[in-house]
């Protein structure tokens, strides 16, 4: 199944990529959060869902553009949790660091994740404890890696983050790289980065595929009380600030 997800993941880059490479400017609207969305962002769910109802029927879809009602999804054990474009900010500013992220969740862990960043077409894939990336055609298991002094990658949009900066001058020699979306668990997956730390607010459906990807290379993906991350249905989407470690 890993397989079709990716093609999925691609047929939904391939949507997105249409509004992406258009001439005209990216029109945008808020939601109720004040977040961001695009055409794309919408083009790419419609991709999502219609493939994934007619691939798994049986499992519910939690996406981001139309995340189910509280009492709808309180009791669901397996499911799989989305969001269509990750990094609509980026998109915006078309830089290139957006991508789409397709987990499935089961008991409130990511089993089966799939991130694919559509504008240089690298697929990042993970299931049953091996991690992957796929770049012009080639497949390649990708694990962790230490590094001293080690890469810190940080948040292109939550760079000047007090609670990040304090964190930073506490950490001792190190380095640091910004960018943009759930990039940044695959960058310590694959062993570019060894260090994520993350206190701004994020979603569920914003690390859940990122995040199987980086425990399926060794990584380790824990809240600042040292707890792994929890998708669990539960009334918020919000997550707890948390790092993403080899350590």
């Excluded at 939601?31 to 219609?50: C, F, G, L, M, Y």
């Excluded at 995340?67 to 990094?87: S, T």
């Excluded at 900066?165 to 506490?170: F, G, T, W």
Aim: aromatic residues 8%; proline residues 6%; glycine residues 6%.
């Amino acid at each position: 199944m890993l397989q079709q997800i990716c093609e999925l993941a691609r047929r939904a880059g391939d949507a997105i990529m249409q509004v992406y490479d258009d001439v005209k400017p990216i029109e945008v609207t808020s939601k109720q959060d004040d977040s961001p969305v695009t055409a794309a962002d919408i083009a790419a769910h419609n991709v999502i869902i219609e493939g994934l109802q007619a691939l798994t029927p049986d499992i519910p879809v939690l996406s981001e553009e139309d995340p189910p009602a509280w009492e709808v999804r309180q009791h669901w054990q397996r499911f799989w949790l989305v969001d269509p474009l990750d990094g609509t900010k980026e998109f915006i500013k078309r830089n290139g660091e957006f991508t789409v992220n397709i987990a499935l969740i089961e008991q409130g862990k990511p089993v089966l994740g799939v991130v694919y960043a559509p504008v240089p077409k690298v697929m990042y894939s993970a299931a049953e404890g091996k991690a992957w990336k796929e770049e012009c055609g080639v497949r390649n298991q990708i694990q962790v890696r230490d590094a001293r002094p080690p890469l810190v990658v940080i948040s292109r949009s939550h760079s000047t983050d007090a609670e990040l900066q304090e964190y930073l001058q506490q950490l001792g020699e190190h380095q640091t790289t910004s960018i943009g979306s759930s990039l940044k668990f695959c960058l310590v997956a694959e062993g570019q980065a060894q260090l994520y730390p993350r206190f701004g607010p994020t979603n569920a459906w914003d690390t859940a595929a990122g995040h199987a990807v980086a425990v399926a290379a060794g990584a380790h993906v824990h809240d600042w009380q040292g707890r792994t991350l929890d998708y669990t249905p539960r009334e918020s989407f919000l997550n707890p600030g948390f790092r993403v470690s080899i350590y």
